[in-house]
């Protein structure tokens, strides 16, 4: 494939396919052909560029899956600027951060997102923006922040709002956005994209048009998705699920965008009715929730056939469950890490069944794979556990101002140590088996919370079950389950109990279970399991030991 940004990605697709769908809000009832969305990001493009955004320039973008939010992308990625993703779920404290960290000169923002309010919160860090003629703030806490800019109709006190800056674009030659498009090289950064931070500060991820471009074009063509597609994305734009695998892998091939703003599983199940969507992407609690749904057999998902399920290990009997209730014969799953842009490896339609549902494929063409000893970093052979090591032209440029991590993460000769424990076959397929942090040492044992949560998984009443480490001053740590049931079942701890009972070894039998409703996730639908752990920590007692 040859080298392009992500600008030139949309133009070239726009001339292919210029009538097609590209982006519809089927709730809103707005369609955009790829001619008239390329049109939308180029007066964008323009209107930025009469504010006086640089090439280079960091510009962060707040909000939900709205329309703007996809122009914005493309139309950052036309003049040079770099995207800096922001999760919906920020408060004043993590968008601090994320504006100072960044160096960001501008941020596009909406409302807000689920009681959370923007506009207060960018009033609270900034409050000279109140007083500040637009484009000229000059905030003591972000030096570096110039534009505010409200994604909407609605004046506010020191913003611009989305119509000023597209008339500003009206006063700019195309002559003017030509040149600067020309100016743009593939391998310069794109995107900035925060990893969670759960463990420490969040690090920006920078990635470059060349890596974003070429990883959605090779993980569509795992999917077999084509211009004929129409791809539901209820994933959030900010992850890479979203923005990388969801818009640019529709833009590489032509394939219509079929966004919600917001997760709302029967939003989801009427939407791909309505639209027939033929493609779903999710993450696995998110297509837990569509298979819980009590109306899903009055929705015709008879046109479903291909997605990926990502964002986090999804066990073997969800995916059969995908596969056969929701009708998603030719599902594929994608893992990676944003630092690899994001795919590593992905099953591919024509893979065998029992491989789609049991391993996380092979490596995308160009990927390097090696599992490792995690603690003599020498390589094992197939078949024994070790850390998941990648090396290829999709690994990130580093991390934003942050060297001795970005040198911590990838090695002397380019490996990026993922910190994911696997085991890889004699035909290269991978199977994800735990993360090296989640790993619980119980009486000197190494237990695995994956493969104690595949097996409880098979328990007929068990619809979703997370695992984790607790402290024990007799065996350093023990096991506990949090296991959510199907909806009208009901268990017993000791129901679990007898169910692992010779089945798995009796140290990895949960010493803990509690039954849940719900469990702490991300903006981006992953479960945090380190509050699972200080949930349980306080609930028993631990704490106090």
């Known amino acids: 494939m040859v080298k392009q940004t992500v600008g030139a990605l949309l133009d070239r697709t726009s001339e292919c396919y210029p009538h097609k769908d590209a982006l519809v809000y089927s709730e809103r009832g707005l ?128 913003m611009y709002n989305w119509d000023q800056i597209m008339g500003l674009g009206e006063r700019v030659e195309d002559s003017e956005l030509l040149n600067r498009e020309a100016v743009l090289d593939p391998d310069e950064v794109a995107a900035m994209m925060y990893t969670s931070g759960t463990t420490g500060y969040a690090k920006g991820v920078m990635l470059s048009h060349h890596h974003i471009v070429t990883n959605a074009w090779e993980v569509a063509a795992g999917m077999k998705l084509g211009s004929i597609d129409r791809l539901c994305l209820p994933v959030p734009f900010f992850h890479s699920l979203g923005c990388i695998l969801g818009i640019l892998a529709c833009v590489n091939v032509g394939a219509a965008m079929v966004p919600l703003e917001n997760f709302d599983p029967e939003t989801v199940l009427a939407t791909l009715d309505k639209e027939r969507c033929t493609a779903l992407h999710g993450v696995p609690t998110m297509f837990i929730a569509e298979l819980e749904h009590p109306d899903l057999g009055k929705y015709d998902l008879s046109t479903l056939r291909t997605g990926i399920i990502a964002g986090s290990a999804c066990p073997v009997e969800l995916m059969k469950e995908i596969v056969l209730r929701l009708g998603i014969e030719e599902i594929t799953i994608a893992y990676g890490q944003t630092e690899a842009s994001p795919v590593i490896c992905q099953t591919r339609v024509e893979d065998p069944l029992e491989m789609r549902m049991s391993t996380v494929g092979r490596p995308l063409p160009g990927v390097e794979v090696k599992i490792v000893d995690p603690e003599s970093d020498e390589p094992v052979p197939p078949g024994v556990q070790g850390e998941l090591c990648t090396r290829s032209h999709f690994v990130m440029k580093g991390y934003y101002k942050m060297p001795e991590a970005t040198g911590a993460a990838i090695d002397r000769d380019g490996w990026l140590h993922t910190g994911d424990l696997a085991i890889i076959d004699n035909q290269g397929y991978v199977r994800i088996t735990g993360r090296i942090k989640d790993m619980i040492i119980r009486g000197g044992e190494n237990v695995y919370p994956r493969e104690i949560e595949e097996f409880i998984f098979t328990h007929p009443k068990v619809m979703d079950v997370q695992v984790v480490g607790v402290p024990s001053p007799r065996y350093g740590e023990e096991v506990m389950a949090f296991i959510r049931l199907r909806e009208g079942t009901s268990a017993t701890e000791e129901e679990i109990r007898e169910f692992c009972q010779g089945k798995i070894a009796r140290y990895k039998i949960p010493r803990y279970i509690k039954f849940v409703t719900e469990y702490p996730m991300t903006a981006s639908g992953k479960i945090q399991k380190y509050k699972l752990t200080k949930l349980a920590i306080k609930e028993l007692g631990l704490d106090k030991q």
Do not use: H
Not at 35 to 46: D, G, V, Y
Not at 74 to 85: D, E, P, Q, R, S
Not at 126 to 155: D, H, M, T, W
């Open 31 to 158: 369609r955009y052909t790829y001619r008239e969305l390329n049109l939308l990001c180029r007066q964008l493009a323009k209107g930025l560029i009469k504010l006086g955004v640089k090439k280079g320039d960091k510009l962060a973008i707040w909000a939900p899956n709205i329309p703007e939010w996809v122009i914005a992308q493309f139309a950052a990625a036309k003049i040079g600027a770099i995207l800096v993703t922001v999760n919906t779920n920020y408060r004043a404290m993590d968008l601090e951060y994320l504006l100072k960290q960044s160096d960001a000169s501008t941020i596009l923002l909406s409302d807000g997102f689920r009681g959370i309010d923007y506009i207060e919160i960018i009033y609270q860090l900034c409050p000279e923006l109140k007083r500040a003629i637009p484009g000229q703030l000059k905030s003591k806490k972000l030096p570096y922040l110039k534009n505010v800019i409200y994604l909407g109709e609605q004046f506010f006190p020191g």
